[in-house]
């Protein structure tokens, strides 16, 4: 019998990736602007008046707090902003408040329940929200002008109506404050409700259409969104918003032309520009998507998502260095943001970098340990690092997290195969079979362990449905020629030795003929 020539030993799977009228204004408060509320109007229109100019003032207060702490002056906060920081911020209804101004005022910024700057921070990094509220403010103070301008005359109940659509909508806009509030479906019926009483009001219908884009009712967010725009049609938010839903239901020209007009009315919000590569991106055209995340970057160098995103893309570009780059500035605005890492990671693994790599899976597991690709791909690290133990610690753990993952199971089976430990390699590559039967590698590697196992038929088997799966690889033919050889069977050996030959691999073949065989 021959000596075994070349064997292509086992396969593991490679690191895989893991796999937005002209803006509301400036809502300055007042207190001169006191509506002359009269005895004998209607006790509802009373207290409406009553519980706008309380939230006018408490807002005013807390405003007025803000402005003077040092924590604001660090961070990118204009001061016709403060009214609806403040608002973002409150902790407490201020509606109807049932203590002081002053009380209220101290609560929303009480520094014992969380730092402040972290709160200002995280609110101020949500613009669309600080948007709505701006609106939402300006349009209370649009309302109480113009009751302010009836000296002391009945007001219309279109005002009024008007002043408690503005109403609900801030109580919607403070329970949409945190995107895991669980009460979408009672924000809904809020919005609804204030859509009712003033149906000529964009804010609102901008508000509720955000809802019910995220309840997936898409179609009548589209028509809410389309709205607001019939009524003012210089709103950049409308078409932000109208364009996300585009995107989300595949409709990506409309969804290019939205954001298009977006900025043309706001050429220096980063928004429209970060939503536009997105849809270039889902499209195949990173090379444009890079060009409108960069112009995003230029209107906001502070935004961490906009350099994950484009780091992305040039990592889908083949741009290795860019992407490291880019996700080093991500990680660095976002250090909680485990997915940075995770990718950071892979790109490290891919160039070699497999220390590196490791360190940013670490990082990746801290900030989320119920992540089983970040524990796959840590494993694929450790094994180039030939530290195959650890390898096997991973993909045990990423297996445990997802039972049915099974390039785990065939990444397993080929380290349990590399240790020499073939039943237990078997046992695994079983199972990515039986999950996933058109995967060639599962075949090949359980091919390699029946060789070693001297199960010649078993592996030939194997050997052969890896090569009907993967036809242009030529590992299932180098390898199962090797089993010809050991049987005698030269010609059926040749025929796999020419075979991989063409496929670009060509040594077994030039080795067999050294021996006379194959002319």
């Known amino acids: 019998m021959m000596r075994r020539a070349i064997r292509i030993g086992f396969t593991l799977l490679a690191l895989m990736l893991a796999p937005g009228s002209t803006p509301a204004g400036e809502p300055t408060f007042s207190t001169e602007a006191t509506v002359p509320i009269q005895p004998d109007w209607p006790a509802d229109a009373a207290r409406e008046i009553a519980g706008a100019e309380a939230t006018q003032k408490v807002l005013n207060q807390v405003a007025s707090h803000l402005e003077g702490l040092p924590a604001l002056q660090s961070m990118k906060a204009s001061t016709a902003d403060l009214p609806a920081l403040a608002a973002a911020l409150s902790s407490v209804d201020i509606r109807y408040p049932r203590e002081s101004p002053a009380a209220v005022a101290m609560a929303t910024i009480d520094e014992k329940a969380r730092p402040l700057h972290a709160r200002i921070a995280d609110r101020l990094s949500d613009t669309a929200l600080i948007e709505k509220f701006s609106a939402n403010l300006a349009r209370r103070q649009e309302m109480l002008s113009r009751l302010a301008e009836t000296r002391g005359h009945n007001p219309s109940p279109g005002l009024i109506r008007a002043l408690q659509a503005v109403a609900l909508e801030f109580a919607a806009l403070g329970m949409l404050k945190d995107d895991s509030d669980p009460h979408t479906d009672t924000i809904l019926s809020i919005l609804d409700r204030a859509v009712e009483l003033d149906p000529e ?10 809802v019910l884009t995220r309840l997936g009712i898409v179609e ?6 389309t709205r607001a725009i019939e009524i003012n049609p210089n709103d950049p938010r409308a078409y932000i918003n ?4 585009y995107r989300q239901t595949g409709q990506y020209e409309k969804a290019v032309e939205d954001c298009t007009h977006a900025i043309r009315l706001k050429p220096g919000d980063p928004r429209p520009y970060n939503n536009r590569a997105n849809v270039f991106s889902e499209t195949g055209n990173d090379e444009r998507a890079v060009e409108d995340y960069t112009r995003a970057l230029a209107c906001d160098p502070g935004d961490g998502h906009i350099y994950y995103n484009r780091a992305n893309a040039f990592t ?3 741009r290795y260095d860019d992407a490291i780059s880019d996700f080093t500035r991500a990680v660095e605005r976002n250090p909680s943001d485990a997915r940075c890492f995770r990718n950071r990671a892979i790109l490290y693994g891919k160039i070699g970098r497999y220390d590196q790599a490791v360190n940013d899976f670490d990082r990746a597991v801290v900030l989320d340990p119920f992540h089983p690709a970040t524990y796959y791909n840590r494993g694929v690290a450790h094994f180039q690092l030939g530290k195959r133990k650890k390898a096997i610690d991973d993909y045990s753990e990423a297996i445990r997290l997802n039972p049915g993952y099974a390039d785990a199971y065939v990444n397993r089976g080929g380290t349990y195969g590399a240790l020499g430990e073939y039943d237990k390699a078997v046992a695994d590559l079983n199972r990515a079979i039986e999950i996933d039967p058109q995967d060639p590698r599962a075949y090949l590697n359980r091919a390699l362990a029946h060789h070693e196992l001297n199960k010649f038929e078993e592996a030939l088997s194997d050997y052969t449905q890896a090569a009907r799966l993967a036809p242009d690889s030529p590992l299932a033919y180098i390898n199962r020629g090797l089993i010809y050889m050991q ?4 010609e059926l050996a040749c025929r796999d030795a020419k075979k991989a030959c063409e496929l670009g691999a060509c040594e077994n073949l030039r080795q067999i003929q050294k021996k006379g065989y194959c002319r």
Not at 201 to 210: D, E, H, K, M, S
Request: aromatic residues 4%; glycine residues 18%; proline residues 4%.
């Open 316 to 318: 889908r570009l083949g």
């Open 487 to 490: 049987l005698g069977k030269m």
């Open 201 to 210: 009001y964009p804010g609102v219908r901008i508000t509720r259409g955000v």
């Open 220 to 225: 009548k967010a589209v028509s809410d969104l």
């Open 242 to 245: 109208r364009g996300i839903v």
